[in-house]
């Protein structure tokens, strides 16, 4: 199996807030892995560590064959982790300047340099795709939040990414549009996709996850198959997590 | 005795010709510097939030320098001082474009940092998540919405310039006012004069106004 993303040792912190401590971990090609902990325990900064969106202090990274150094440096290979890795945000960051059309078409256009008929091809397939083919003209501020972070999700993809990292994605959702976003996620998942996921959303981690990822103040304290994690926590603070966001 | 005061119509209208002769340069030079000072603006502002400081600082520093002191003496200093230092004379409209370009760019720079810093966090790393470079990222996901707020400050700063134009007739520049003086001086009917001088600022303005909220209705419309 390839591995996807390889993390030993990372350390990261925000002035003298040590966020992340000595993680390790690795994601295999085709893999599912959700990262569930409490606001604030790290879990949203690492996945932006994955991306170079934040910089980490110590330790190693590398994403398909591309190893990230500490504290920004090697952009060549940034420059190639973010052509390969797609993301996903809680808040959709779509641009409102652009239609929906435009939004998923500029970054092959730019980065890639397709061609205006193929870049506007993949955007109404992705758009069909994410169940939202016919509002490939309006603007974001047009649509709902499910339908915009469909978009989001259909404009990560039309980079063609090898790993996608969802950051909280439904967190910003009424929770009548969460469905929708999820069936999408099911629905990458089951066609092979490598995904890590940061979630609030058990269920989903319960369903689609391969591997769930507990973290507590910037640790991996648990980790394991989404059953065993869930029904069998072996760690107390996972133990206690579990019990007060299940217990509704 | 009774003091009475007539408006003359008829000195109003007749002054019109010889005044609306300073129109074109009022128009010259507020849109001339205007158009220099957009440039300027764009650069120093951008400079002025640039992470390095060796480009921060002198941008920070010319846009304090040229806030911070009158237009009028940004004019007379490079009419008259100028000279000195260059070697050969200025000619009056060039200083004038000079002085509304320097001063308006410093203002504009503030506009374009507001702008561009009022542009979500999010836009940015959507962008760079996408693979766009910093300059693809800033150039088309972020520039063309800061743009848009930028207009209704742009069109402040437009007024304001049309209207610091009218200091230049301490430098002889034949625009509106020097206009005005002139034939006032030979006619003595300033109230009548100075109410046209007026008249006609507005009417630029208004224009100026009206172009604007045209041209930010229709791009706000897709925001």
């Keep these: 199996m390839t591995q996807i993303v390889k993390i030993k040792g990372m350390n990261k912190y925000f002035g003298k807030l040590h966020v992340l401590k000595d993680i390790d971990l690795t994601v295999e090609q085709g893999e599912v892995v959700v990262i569930i902990g409490a606001s604030g325990s790290g879990k949203s900064t690492l996945i932006r560590c994955v991306n170079g969106l934040e910089e980490f202090e110590s330790g190693t990274l590398e994403v398909d064959n591309h190893p990230l150094a500490p504290k920004g440096g090697n952009q060549k290979a940034l420059a190639e982790i973010r052509k390969e890795v797609g993301m996903v945000f809680q808040q959709f960051n779509l641009f409102p300047h652009l239609t929906v059309r435009k939004n998923i078409m500029l970054a092959p256009m730019k980065v890639k340099n397709a061609a205006q008929v193929v870049a506007n091809a993949t955007a109404e397939r992705l758009l069909n795709r994410v169940g939202i083919g016919n509002q490939a003209d309006k603007y974001p501020s047009q649509l709902s939040g ?103 | 005795m009774e003091f009475q005061f007539q408006f003359d119509w008829q000195a109003a209208i007749d002054s019109i010709p010889y005044l609306a002769k300073g129109i074109p340069y009022t128009l010259l030079i507020s849109f001339g510097g205007l158009l220099i000072g957009f440039v300027l603006g764009i650069i120093f502002g951008l400079l002025s939030i640039n992470k390095k400081w060796f480009l921060r600082w002198p941008a920070t520093a010319y846009i304090e320098v040229f806030r911070g002191t009158p237009i009028l003496v940004q004019v007379l200093f490079i009419f008259y001082g100028l000279p000195d230092l260059i070697g050969g004379p200025i000619d009056p409209l060039t200083a004038g474009i000079a002085a509304i370009a320097l001063n308006s760019g410093a203002y504009i720079s503030e506009v374009v940092r507001g702008g561009v810093q009022s542009i979500d966090k999010g836009q940015t790393e959507a962008g760079l998540s996408l693979g766009l470079s910093r300059s ?41 006012v020097r206009q005005g003086q002139v034939y006032i001086a030979n006619t003595f009917t300033a109230f009548e004069v100075y109410f046209v001088v007026a008249i006609m600022y507005l009417a630029i303005t208004l224009s100026l106004s009206l172009i604007l909220r045209l041209l930010e209705r229709r791009g706000l419309a897709s925001v």
């Design chain 1, 146 to 248: 499910g339908q915009q972070q469909r978009v989001a999700i259909a404009r990560a993809l039309a980079m063609e990414p090898r790993l996608m990292l969802f950051d909280e994605p439904t967190s910003a959702l009424d929770p009548e549009m969460i469905g929708e976003v999820l069936d999408v996620m099911r629905e990458l998942a089951k066609e092979g996709m490598t995904m890590i996921v940061v979630t609030h959303e058990m269920g989903f981690a319960r369903e689609v996850a391969d591997r769930v990822i507990y973290i507590h103040e910037g640790q991996i304290v648990e980790e394991g198959k989404p059953a065993d994690v869930f029904d069998n926590p072996q760690n107390e603070r996972t133990q206690s997590f579990l019990s007060r966001v299940l217990a509704h």
């Design chain 2, 136 to 176: 693809q990222t800033f150039w088309s996901i972020i520039w063309p919405q800061a743009f848009r707020r930028m207009i209704p400050p742009l069109g402040n700063q437009g007024i304001v310039s049309i209207k610091d134009t009218s200091l230049f007739s301490v430098i002889g520049v034949g625009e509106l």
